[in-house]
C-alpha cells in the first residue's frame, strides 16, 4: 500500500530563517507528487505540483520543491520565511497505477516566530 | 470557472439526524474525493470516484454514502449521524479542495 512520511512534526523558526520539510513515499511506480498548505480555519491550497519534467518546481509563495525519484523524495523549500508562513503542511502522492487514489502524509505544523 | 464548491460550510447535527454535503466542480475532472480531517491530524479517504457512476470506498468508508449520477456532482450522505463523525469534510477534484464543511454531531 502506499504510504506517504513527513520528518517532522512541527517545526519553529525565526522569520527570514531557510525551510526544508521531508517528504517520503513508499510506491515505486510512477507518481504525482503535490504540497499543500492550510492556514489556521482555511482549507488546503495547492502550493505547488510535479507531474513530470524538471524535477525541480517553483510554487506560489515563493516555495519550491524538489523531487528526487532515487530517494522517493519530495521535499519542500523556502529560503527565507516570513510570519505568514505559519500553517500546516502537507505532501501528497497520486499513484498513478492505483486508480488516482490521493494519498496525505500527516502533515507538518510550521511556526514562524517574528 | 469556480474550481471545487462545498456546502454548507457549516453544520450542526443532533445524533441519529442524516444530511447530505454537497460538493460540486466545474473543471469536468474525472476523479473526485471526500476527505475527513480531524483536528491535529492529516487527512483520511473516506470515498472516491473516478467518474460518473463509478464510486469506491476509502479509508474510513463506515458510516457515509456517496452516489455519482454526473460528473459534476459527488454528494456525501450521512444517514445516521454519531459524534465521531464530527469532524471537517472536504471534497477534492484535480488536485483542488473545496473550502470545507465543518460538522459538529451534538
Known amino acids: 500500500a502506499q504510504s506517504v512520511s513527513q520528518h517532522n512534526h512541527h517545526v519553529i523558526l525565526s522569520e527570514a530563517a531557510s525551510l526544508e520539510l521531508g517528504c517520503n513515499y513508499s510506491?515505486?511506480?510512477?507518481?504525482?507528487l503535490f504540497w499543500y498548505v492550510q492556514y489556521p480555519g482555511q482549507h488546503l491550497q495547492l502550493l505547488l505540483k510535479?507531474?513530470?519534467?524538471?524535477?525541480l518546481v517553483k510554487g506560489i509563495k515563493g516555495f519550491e520543491a524538489e523531487f528526487i525519484k532515487s530517494k522517493f523524495s519530495f521535499n519542500l523549500r523556502k529560503p527565507s520565511v516570513q510570519w505568514s508562513d505559519t500553517a500546516e503542511y502537507f505532501c501528497?502522492?497520486?499513484?498513478?497505477?492505483?486508480?488516482?487514489?490521493?494519498?496525505f502524509g500527516p502533515g507538518t505544523r510550521l511556526s514562524v516566530l517574528p | 470557472n469556480a474550481g471545487v464548491t462545498q456546502t454548507p460550510k457549516f453544520r450542526i447535527l443532533k445524533i441519529g439526524q442524516s444530511m447530505t454535503l454537497q460538493c460540486t466542480q466545474d473543471m469536468n475532472h474525472n476523479y473526485m474525493y471526500w476527505y475527513r480531517q480531524d483536528p491535529g491530524m492529516g487527512l483520511k479517504l473516506i470515498y472516491y470516484s473516478v467518474g460518473a457512476g463509478i464510486t469506491d470506498k476509502g479509508e474510513v468508508p463506515n458510516g457515509y454514502n456517496v452516489s455519482r449520477s454526473t460528473t459534476e456532482d459527488f454528494p456525501l450522505r450521512l444517514e445516521l449521524a454519531a459524534p465521531s463523525q464530527t469532524s471537517v469534510y472536504f471534497c477534492a477534484s484535480g488536485g483542488n479542495f473545496g473550502q470545507g464543511t465543518r460538522l459538529t454531531v451534538v
Open positions: 510535479y507531474f513530470s519534467g524538471d524535477p
Open positions: 510506491y515505486g511506480g510512477t507518481v504525482n
Open positions: 501528497a502522492v497520486n499513484a498513478i497505477d492505483y486508480g488516482q487514489n490521493f494519498v
